[in-house]
């Protein structure tokens, strides 16, 4: 999945070669991005290390002014993106297992990065 989604995210960063400087920023954001997810998703069943790291990613996020809905956006942006890379291979179930895996990460998202900005 890590190498699909980079490959994805590869190919939309190459659109924007025109601003370099940006692009390069989102490249390595990008692979971030994906070892993030990956992380995550390797955890989804043990809600211990799950927690753990969705609390990393808003720590790593809360001050830089980004939201659990930027988040949320971002991630419908990639799961737009691995339809395209995929085709007919991002079937029903893989557009469904995307779905809840984005509903799972918003949601304590979400109250992570309420409950660390209220503290
Ligand atoms: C699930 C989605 C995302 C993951 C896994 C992720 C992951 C990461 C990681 C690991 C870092 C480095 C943190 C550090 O070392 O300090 C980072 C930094 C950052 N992220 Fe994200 N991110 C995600 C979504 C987003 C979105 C949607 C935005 C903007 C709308 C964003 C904006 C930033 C910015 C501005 C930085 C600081 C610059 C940088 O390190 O590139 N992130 N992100």
Known sequence: MFEVMSASFEGDFKRTDKESQISDVQR???????????????????????????????????????????????LEILQGLIHESLGEMYDVMTAEAWRQCSNIICTILDAEMVSSSSA
């Open 28 to 74: 390595t954001h990008g692979i971030k991005m994906m070892k993030g997810i990956n992380n995550i998703v390797i955890n989804l069943d043990n809600a211990g290390q799950l927690r753990d790291n969705i609390r990393l990613l808003a720590s790593d996020h809360i001050d830089k002014g980004i939201t659990a809905h930027d988040i949320k956006m971002g």
